[in-house]
């Protein structure tokens, strides 16, 4: 087994998959009842004093796609994060063969098949998927989801500026995934170190990807640490580092080799490549941002 996608229900194998399958978590859609706030909102502070990683990373956000068949009735997909009132930053594996009408976005969410008053609910209106995506090596591993009304009590993450780095540092996951590939149900977190590209490479190169394995420059990598890592469960969830006491997205979780292994980073979506192109989503769709820095 070469590749596997860090989603619930989505692997990659180049060879036959021996793991047997796990049911989804469901849950069941509920509209929203906060009242919006016309307050401008500070990215990426974490509230003084968050006692849940729901609390603490607002931004968070679990991506559920309607079970076919059962029109109030959706499976947990992916996890994301709030960029904007109205955006969802994630990855593009999570929603490649997704329709806007099919997703519902929810935030607060400490337990994807659980429902509480705190919980936050949202239908996409839009997909917005980058235009060079490669199915096959994940390359530009990105999509934007545009809601179809906004998260105003929901604070969103910071991006990090074009080309912005983080070697080095020690930064936080947050999403439903689990080491040992079961489906988890209840969002956590996890300090990794970022991992600079030249050291990746050659640490993935040592493994079953073979010593021409080269290091696509959408990606970056965190990890590499025994029985820490993201996995199941995990993809398209937010990679933030702390800068200024602010969390400032740098990757999304994309795919990895096994999970929680030694000297084994796993990939994860850059963010700061991608700068520029977010910025442009948000021009075309006429999105202010102004009051969100």
């Known amino acids: 087994r070469v590749k596997r996608l860090r989603c619930s229900n989505e692997f990659y194998y180049c060879c036959k998959n021996r793991t047997s399958a796990v049911p989804p978590a469901t849950t069941t ?5 906060e009242k919006p706030r016309p307050n401008p909102i500070t990215c990426g502070r974490s509230p ?29 997909k992916c996890g994301g994060a709030l960029v ?27 337990n994807v098949t659980q ?40 604070a969103p993450v910071c991006l990090p500026t074009p080309g912005q780095n983080f070697d080095r540092v020690r930064c936080v996951v947050a999403g439903w995934g689990s080491i040992d590939q079961r489906t988890a ?4 977190k996890l300090d990794l170190p970022v991992v600079d590209s ?9 493994t079953a990807l073979g010593a021409g ?5 959408s990606f970056l990598c965190a990890g590499g640490e025994q029985d820490k890592d993201t996995c199941k469960g995990d993809g398209g969830s937010p990679l933030m580092c702390l800068e200024n006491r602010r969390y400032v997205q740098i990757g999304i979780v994309s795919w990895g080799l096994e999970c929680g292994q030694r000297d084994v980073p796993s990939m994860y979506t850059n963010v700061a490549q991608f700068s ?13 941002t102004s009051r969100y820095g």
């Open 29 to 33: 859609f509920r509209p929203p009842t």
């Open 48 to 76: 003084a004093g968050a006692s849940r990683v729901a609390e603490e990373f607002p931004w968070a956000i679990a991506i559920f796609e309607r079970k076919r068949y059962a029109n109030s009735v959706y499976n947990f």
């Open 84 to 110: 904007h009132p109205r955006v969802v930053l994630t990855a593009q594996h999570c929603v490649r063969a997704s329709t806007a009408n099919s997703i519902m976005i929810t935030a607060g969410r400490e």
């Open 115 to 154: 429902y509480s008053r705190t919980v936050l609910s949202r239908r996409v209106a839009k997909i917005i998927k980058h235009n060079q995506y490669n199915s096959g090596a994940l390359y530009n591993d990105i999509a934007l989801l545009i809601l179809k009304s906004p998260l105003e009590n929901t």
């Open 185 to 188: 149900t209840t969002l956590r």
């Open 198 to 206: 030249q050291r990746c490479q050659f640490l993935l190169r040592r």
């Open 213 to 217: 394995f080269t290091l696509h420059p």
């Open 276 to 288: 520029n192109w977010i910025e442009e989503v948000f021009e075309q769709e006429n999105l202010v």
